[in-house]
């Protein structure tokens, strides 16, 4: 199968801009997760989407949205950027579903997108 | 704060020496994973345990889980060059640590 992708992987944007990024996850994964990381804060959990609801949230400001469409490609969008929103950010994608139970699986992880805010 | 915490945060060791990383958390965990992370292969997933085990193998991986003491270890044997990298735990499955820095000597 082929793996997570990510477009576009680098992006280049100025403060008050907004940013969308992508995410294709595995064939037959319903399951996309957002992530951000930097140096200083490592790796933060944005949010989760299952089935096109968002089923996870981390801590981040309404400026960080996101969705899923019915082929569960998922996309990630940043309004008002800031300099701070200077990050690799990462999805991953996994098959939560054991039978009819919800359950935590293996992440698989796209190469990210490299964004800098000038 | 759900996320975990690794220990040491940097370790530096020579190729066939063992090398063992730990997380602690704080929170109740359904489940623990380990993964690693290099510039050439980026965030891979190396193993998940579940609250109810006490100990998995991969391969040359050891991971052992203690939720009375909310710890988790990360073993790995006979270390290689090619085992160099971050290595992460997560908990509830999008939770990750600060990660431990691996480098393994030629």
């Known amino acids: 199968k082929a793996g997570v992708t990510q477009t576009p992987r680098y992006l280049i944007k100025t403060r008050g801009q907004q940013v969308t990024l992508s995410c294709s996850p595995i064939?037959?994964?319903?399951?996309v997760s957002w992530y951000q990381q930097t140096p200083g804060q490592g790796l933060q959990f944005l949010f989760e989407?299952?089935?096109?609801?968002?089923?996870n949230k981390g801590n981040f400001p309404g400026r960080f949205s996101g969705r899923q469409f019915s082929n569960s490609r998922s996309e990630m969008n940043v309004s008002t950027l800031e300099l701070g929103d200077s990050a690799l950010y990462l999805c991953?994608?996994?098959?939560?579903?054991?039978?009819?139970?919800?359950?935590?699986?293996?992440?698989?992880f796209g190469p990210g997108t490299r964004l800098t805010v000038l | 704060s759900q996320q975990g915490e690794e220990d040491p945060q940097a370790l530096s060791i020579q190729e066939g020496e063992n090398a063992t990383m730990n997380c602690s958390y704080k929170?109740?965990?359904?489940?623990l994973q380990w993964y690693r992370q290099n510039s050439g292969r980026g965030l891979v997933h190396l193993i998940l345990?579940?609250?109810?085990?006490r100990e998995k193998h991969s391969g040359r991986l050891r991971v052992t889980l203690d939720t009375s003491k909310k710890s988790s270890s990360l073993l790995i044997t006979a270390s290689r060059a090619a085992d160099t990298a971050s290595y992460f735990c997560?908990?509830?499955?999008?939770?990750f640590g600060t990660g431990t820095s691996l480098t393994v000597i030629p």
């Open positions: 991953a994608s996994s098959d939560p579903l054991a039978g009819a139970t919800y359950q935590y699986n293996e992440q698989f």
């Open positions: 064939s037959g994964h319903r399951s």
């Open positions: 989407y299952f089935s096109e609801t968002q089923r």
């Open positions: 929170t109740s965990i359904n489940n």
């Open positions: 345990i579940r609250s109810n085990e």
């Open positions: 997560a908990t509830n499955q999008f939770y």
